[in-house]
Structures are given as C-alpha cells and as structure tokens.
C-alpha cells in the first residue's frame, strides 16, 4: 500500500511564532500602558485608541512580513520539505522541479542544489524501474516458457538450469547440480559427439547460433528428444565468457516423425521394409563392400511362383495372408543382420551380409526355397506355391543398388523362364539377354503398329489317307529390314510382355477370316487351327473374343481347332477350364500342343476337354533312330487312343519319319516333308496347284 506524506506544519508553525513574537512586546507594551496610565492620570480612551492602532500597524507589519518571508525563504523550503517527504516515501513521480527566480541567493542555491538532487534520483530511479522490470520479464518469460533455460558462465564453468529445464528430466532443483556435466553425462551416447561438435563451432565463433537436436535420458531411465539453442557474450576480444539458450522437448514430434518415417519405408502388410528402405540398406552393404576386402554380401530377389492363380483361387485376403505367412518364414530362417524386404506383390528382396561367399548365399537360397514350399494353411485350405529366387554377389564393379536389384531381378526371371521353382545366379550374359529382351519388346510394340506381323499356314495330313485335316495358322514377324524373324526370337519376349494376347487375338481374326474364304472358294472343309498362350486362356473374356470372332467371320465353329500347350497356369486356373468347355460345348476343337515336352500328369489331362495330342518335335527329330523316342512314342500313341484322343506328329521333314508314324497309327502328320508353312498368296497357289491331298501329290514327286 502505498504510503501517504504527512501534511507539512512548517508555515502554520512559523505563523504562530511571528504572531507570538509580535503579540508578546504588544501585550507588554500595552500592560505598560495601562500601569502608567493608572498612576499617571492618562486619558485611558486615548491610550486605548493609541494600543488599537498600534495592533492594527502590528498586524499588518506582522503580515506584511509574513509574506514576505514566505514567498522568498518559506514557499521553497517549504516546497522543497514536501518533495524530500515524497522521496522518503518513493512518490518521485509527483515531484516536479522548483523556480529559483526572485528568491535570496542562498535558497535559491539551495533549490538549485535540490533540482540537481531530484534530477539525479529520478534518473536513477528511472534505471531501477528499468532493471526491475527487464528482470521481471526474465523471470516470467523463464517461469512461463515451456522450455528449459540453461545458462553456462564459462569462467567458472558452472550451468545454471532453471526448474523447467530439471523438470523435463524429471528432476527436482535439489537432486541437480550447477554443472555443465548435469547436461552432458545425460545425453545418449550417439548424439554426444555431435553435440560437443556443435557447440565447440559456435563457441569458436563458426556459427551465428547454436542448435542443436539431441537425446537426454530422463529420469525414468526413457530417452527424451531435445532441440537445444543458444547464443554465447563475448568479451571485445571476441572471447565466449557465458553462454544461454533453452531446450525444448520435441520428442513426440520426433515420435511422430519417426513413424512417418517408418511408414513411408515399410510395407503395410508384411511391416517388412519396402523397397526404397531396401534400397538405402543396401547402398550402405555396398559401400561397405567397396571399404573392405573382406566384407561379402549377396542379395537374393524371390518372386513366388504363380501368384497370381492363388489371387484369383482363393481370393485376395488369402493372397495377403500367405504374404504375411512369407514374411515369417523368411525372417525367421535368416539371421537378424540379413534384411528381408517386400518390394511389390510378390516381390521379396533379401540381403545377407556379413557371408563368406556365393556358397552361403546358395545355400540360404536352398534353405528359404525348402521352407517356403512347405503347405500353407489358409482359411483351412492347403496352398503349396513354390517361389523362384535370382542371386547377386555384391562387388565393387557396382555403382548403385538399383544395378544391383536389375541383375538379381534378371536372375530371378531367368530362373522363371528356366522352370520356376529354382534360383538362378546373376552373370554378364544374363544382363545383355535382359537388354536384348527389352529392345524386343519395344520393336516388338511397334510392329504391332506398323502391321508388320503376319500369318502363315501349314497344312495337317489325315495320315489315312492323305487328305489335309486342318491347317495350322502361324505367326510370323516380317521385319522391313531384317527379313522373316525366327518365332523362337519374339514369342518369349511377347508371352513375358503379355503382347501376346493381342498378337494371339489377330491371328485369330486373321486365320478365320481366310478359313471362310476358303470356304467361299470351294473348299468347305478346311479347318483351320490356331495357337492360344497360356496368358489368353485364361482371360475370363475368351470364349466371348472367340465367339464374337467366329461370328463376326461367319465361319462355323467346327471349323476351328484351338491349340494349347501345357501349362500349370491353365490346368490350375477355373477359369480357363470353364473357358475350353465353354468352347468345346459348341463344338470347337481343342488339341494339346507340344506334348510331352514338359513333364504332365495324367490326371491333368484327364480335367480338360482335348480332342488330339500334337508330339513334341523333339521326340520326332530322331525317329526312328532314337530308340527312346520311338518308345515314348508309342506309349503316347497308345495311351491318347485309350484316352479317346487323336494324336499328330509334327515336324516331319523325311520319309522315314512319316513311315514310322504310319506303322503307329499316328492319326495326323505335320511337316516340311509335306509343306512348309505358307503366306496366304503361296497356300492358295498349293491350294488350287496340287489340291487337298498332298500325299497323293508326294508319292508323284520324283
Ligand atoms: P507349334 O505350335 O508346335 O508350331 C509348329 C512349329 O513347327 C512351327 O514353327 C512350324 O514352322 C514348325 N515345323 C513344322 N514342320 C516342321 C518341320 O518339318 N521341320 C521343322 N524344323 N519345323 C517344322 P514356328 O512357326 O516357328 O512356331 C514355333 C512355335 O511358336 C509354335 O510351335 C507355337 O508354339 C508358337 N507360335 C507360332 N505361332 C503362334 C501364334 O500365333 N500364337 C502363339 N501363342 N504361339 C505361336
Ligand atoms: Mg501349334
């Protein structure tokens, strides 16, 4: 509470002792008077007379003087008691300087002399207020902030932490000591040295700020994360002697950040990192390959076989949880330096570091494709994929881990194209043909465009009597520069691309459209037959393509023979078994190509409408020779007749040959022996040159 001046007496007082010091003469005076005139007979009237107006001249003197004292000697002092009484109770701010016009020289020295005091107090007292309250704002900016303030007097090397800094660690003032060593014994190890790093720079001057992100261990024994800034005083000769700054916990955006982080580098399903985070983990093993001889490590890339089938077979939710299944088993089979990663689908990638060589890797390799083909179970159903793996050594030839996964995913697709279900190892040859193979596929895409593609026909023997049963239509790529290019060259590509659905679809357009002009021109009973990948097959649009292309060519469906070549894809896929007995329901024939090239099972067989076997060239070539060929042969022979299927051989280029298969009662015949496959123009000129029966036309030639 603010304290109130007391009310100066000085001229009331002073009144009465001029009033006292007149009256008192005046009142002797006038007792005098009155005694004398007592005794010596005075006219009393006049002396009372005379004593009133020697009051009334008093008085006005007494005023007179009064006032003369008070404005030159009585006003400032008392002026100046009043401001001395305000400075003793601190109300500076209603002192005001006082004028020292017209008084005596010496209290106007001395009002000058209390001017100069005030001024110098009020200055002074200005400063105090200053300091308070710029110390004020300190305290509440300190106390209000959520930060931790610390401040190190470097010349003492004592740290001062304020409560908030201790209470971010849970400490309490007490249980802290004004040490630097209170900050730098708690900060976890990793981060320490690049905290001192930092701190040393600016110290020294090489940065305008210090900041730095660190983690300081709580006293929960949890780490907290920190972001630590300061600035340090220097002396003029640019010396650090204090240094101050705040620390603000930003742990839970780190936490968040760091989830981000690791979502942004892990596959939602699988939690397995993805392939960018697989990416950043191997540039690391290669540079690590590139310091030290004897470091190895190899990357292994695993694409699970037929994948796609289990999708559409069992549905997706099984699809991911034989994914997830994947994930454990690889990780539990690999120790805890090796990375396994999901790339995409049903893309792994592994990395083993830490190895003695390609040996390890192999055997990792023969270890992960024996526990991943062990039976799944799932949504109690038994699902047995086998998975197909491409290996890499890691060696200081490779700049970047995207050459890396290239060579392993080359490897992995080479070990598809070798069969599935194996692992193949990365070499030079490997990444030329990958090259080689993509060119093709971009030339391949283009002739489509450029209608480069076109289709030839080989005529198909009834081996009783001669006459042509069917003709096979066959793709061939007429390149303007290159000539005729073999079909071994283009098909693997296109089948791998997938352009060969659409290359299939215009075969088919095209082969149809000449089987009915064929018809049209006297020849109605030339069927003609055409190739179907696996990948058309099984497009749940096919027997619509079919049917649509049937009809838009009017040709009747007797008058098509599809070929298709064995495949697990198609004997697994629903939907490509509805697709063939929803063709052959109609009456469209079906006969399996290729036969006997891949190892089948009869039981297989046995689910899909076929009407003919076409033997594989391979067991033609040698005939009748080979003693093993003639034997298999023979059984397939025996046994598609059994089964009720016809059965044709094709690639016969030789009379023995034919002869052979006669003596078999192999139904059809296919060759060069009878005809090479012929454009459209040179099939019609042996249409209508040597007619339908060519063996007729053999016997006659010489
Ligand atoms: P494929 O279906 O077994 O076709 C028969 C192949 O045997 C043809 O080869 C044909 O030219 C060849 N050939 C026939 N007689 C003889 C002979 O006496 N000696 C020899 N050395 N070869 C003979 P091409 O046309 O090169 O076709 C090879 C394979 O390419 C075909 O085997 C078929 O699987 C595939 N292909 C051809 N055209 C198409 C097509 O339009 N679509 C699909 N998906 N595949 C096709
Ligand atoms: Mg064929």
């Known amino acids: 509470m603010k304290q109130i001046p007391p009310k100066n007496k000085l001229t009331a007082n002073f009144l009465i002792w001029i009033m006292a010091l007149l009256l008192v003469p005046l009142l002797l005076l006038a007792a005098g008077l009155l005694v004398i005139s007592t005794r010596f007979v005075l006219d009393l009237n006049a002396v009372i007379v005379a004593l009133i107006i020697a009051f009334g001249f008093a008085i006005i003197f007494g005023v007179v003087v009064l006032l003369f004292l008070r404005r030159r000697f009585l006003t400032p002092i008392y002026k100046m008691t009043s401001g001395l009484n305000a400075v003793r109770f601190e109300q500076l701010e209603n002192i005001k300087p006082l004028s020292d016009k017209g008084l005596n020289e010496d209290i106007g020295e001395l009002v000058r002399g209390y001017n100069q005091f005030l001024k110098i107090l009020k200055s002074e007292s200005q400063k105090e207020d200053a300091l308070r309250a710029s110390e004020e704002r300190y305290e509440l900016a300190i106390r209000g902030a959520n930060d931790g303030i610390w401040d190190w007097d470097l010349k003492i090397n004592q740290c001062y932490y304020s409560s908030r800094w201790l209470f971010m660690l849970g400490y309490t003032e007490e249980s802290i000591r004004n040490s630097p060593n209170e900050w730098f014994s708690r900060v976890h190890p990793d981060d320490l040295e690049g905290l001192k790093a930092d701190i040393k720079a600016h110290l020294e001057g090489k940065t305008a700020f210090f900041e730095n992100e660190h983690r300081l261990l709580h006293a929960n024994d949890s780490y907290i994360w920190v972001l630590a800034r300061g600035l340090a005083l220097r002396s003029e000769d640019n010396k650090a002697y204090r240094f101050a700054g705040s620390i603000s916990d930003f742990t839970k955006r780190k936490e968040f950040e760091s989830r981000l982080l690791h979502d942004a580098m892990h596959d939602p399903l699988t939690r397995a990192p993805n392939r960018e985070y697989f990416q950043e983990i191997l540039e690391s093993a290669l540079g690590r390959t590139q310091r030290r001889e004897e470091y190895h490590a190899a990357v292994i890339y695993l694409d699970l076989d037929r994948f796609k089938l289990i999708n559409d077979g069992f549905g997706y939710s099984a699809g991911d949880q034989l994914l997830v299944e994947v994930t454990h088993r690889l990780k539990r089979t690999l120790r805890t330096m090796d990375t396994v990663a999901r790339f995409s689908g049903d893309e792994f990638g592994i ?75 990365f070499d030079k040859e490997m990444h030329i043909y990958t090259l080689t193979r993509l060119k093709t596929e971009s030339e391949l895409r283009q002739a489509f465009q450029r209608a480069e593609f076109k289709v030839f026909y080989q005529p198909v023997l009834a081996a009783e009597d001669g006459e042509i049963d069917f003709i096979e239509a066959l793709l061939r790529w007429q390149h303007p520069e290159k000539g005729l290019i073999p079909t071994d060259d283009f098909i693997p590509v296109a089948e791998e691309s997938g352009l060969i659905s659409q290359l299939d679809e215009f075969v088919l357009r095209t082969a149809c459209n000449e089987a009915r002009s064929w018809m049209d021109s ?181």
């Not at 799932?378 to 996964?405: D, H, W």
């Not at 459209?680 to 060519?694: D, S």
Request: charged share 25%; hydrophobic share 40%; proline share 4%.
């Open 351 to 425: 990395l083993l570091e830490e190895i003695n060589g390609l040996q390890d890797a192999i055997q990792v390799t023969r270890r992960l494709h024996s526990i991943l083909s062990q039976p799944y179970f799932i949504e109690e159903q038994e699902i047995s994929p086998s998975a197909s793996f491409g290996i890499v050594m890691l060696t200081r030839g490779y700049q970047s881990a995207e050459e890396i996964l290239r060579d392993a995913d080359t490897a992995m697709n080479q070990a598809k194209a070798n069969g599935r279900g194996r692992f193949e190892i």
């Open 522 to 702: 006297g020849f109605e009973n030339l069927r003609v037959s055409v190739n179907v990948s696996p990948k058309l097959l099984i497009n749940p649009d096919f027997s619509e393509i079919i049917r649509s292309t049937l009809a838009d060519t009017e040709l009747p469906y007797e008058n098509l023979i599809l070929e298709i070549t064995e495949s697990t894809g198609v004997y697994n896929s629903g939907t490509a078994i509805q697709n063939l007995f929803d063709l052959t329901s109609v009456g469209i024939r079906v006969f399996l190509d290729d036969f006997g090239r891949v190892a089948s099972s009869l039981e297989q067989l046995k689910r899909l409408p076929i009407h003919a076997l076409k033997i594989s060239q391979s067991f033609i070539k040698d005939l009748p020779v080979n003693s093993d060929d003639t034997a298999i042969i023979e059984a397939i022979i025996a046994m598609a007749h059994i089964l009720g299927m016809q059965v044709i051989g094709v690639g016969i280029d030789n009379i023995h040959q034919r002869q052979y298969l006669l003596e078999k009662k192999c139904d059809y015949l296919q060759g060069f022996l009878f005809s090479e496959p012929l454009n459209r123009a040179e099939f019609l000129r042996l249409l209508i040159e040597k007619g339908t029966n060519l063996e007729a036309k053999l016997e006659e030639t010489p």
